[in-house]
Every structure is written in structure tokens, then in C-alpha cells.
């Protein structure tokens, strides 16, 4: 079992900037897949952008060179630089455990920037 504790989420002006983290429980952080997701209302969820075991990422086209996914495996806690931010970034961004089979979810962040 893992846990996962999302923070960070706020209000922004349009360009500017916020640094989610996600903090996980449990020892073996560093064998899961991050990953973060997002929720607009009305819409479905969407990866945003992931991290695997060996560090390689992969981002949505819409978030491609505004934000960097990151992982401390240490401090059990990956996160997400966004800056650029956009109107249409509003969401709520939820942090993703994987492993096999395995899929564990944080309980969401709210991002709001205005225009």
C-alpha cells in the first residue's frame, strides 16, 4: 500500500509560476512509476507527465518545455515545476503511484490561474 500526499496547488496570475510535490509513503518509492495527472471540470483525466525508475520522462504535448517532472527518491516525493502557466492549466493535479498491476492515487491539488 501506498499513500500519497499531493501540495503546492494555488492560485497564479497567467505566466507565472507553482512547484507541486508529491510525498509517498513506504520504502520502495523508487520502484513505482510517477506519474501526475489532471482533472479539468467536465473533462476527463489526463497524464500530464511521468517519470520512471531510470529517470526517463514523458509529457503531455500541451505541458511540453513549460513543465519538469522531478523525483527525490530519498525523500520519497516527485514533483512538478510548471511555469508558463496557462488559464487552461486550471485542474485539479492528482500524483500517481505505479508498479505492475499496482496504481495508487493522491487525493488531488487544486490549480487555478487566472487570466
Known amino acids: 500500500q501506498v499513500q500519497l500526499v499531493e501540495s503546492g496547488g494555488g492560485l497564479v496570475q497567467t505566466g507565472g509560476s507553482l512547484r507541486l510535490s508529491c510525498a509517498a509513503s513506504g520504502s520502495i518509492f523508487r520502484l513505482y512509476t510517477m506519474g501526475w495527472y489532471r482533472q479539468a471540470p467536465g473533462k476527463q483525466r489526463e497524464l500530464v507527465a511521468q517519470i520512471t525508475v531510470g529517470g526517463s520522462t514523458n509529457y503531455a504535448d500541451s505541458v511540453q518545455g513549460r513543465f519538469t517532472i522531478s523525483r527525490d527518491n530519498p525523500k520519497n516525493t516527485v514533483y512538478l515545476q510548471m511555469s508558463s502557466l496557462k488559464p487552461e492549466d486550471t485542474a485539479v493535479y492528482f500524483c500517481?503511484?505505479?508498479?505492475?498491476?499496482?496504481?495508487?492515487w493522491g487525493q488531488g491539488t487544486q490549480v487555478t490561474v487566472s487570466s
Open positions: 500517481n503511484a505505479r508498479l505492475g498491476g499496482l496504481s495508487y
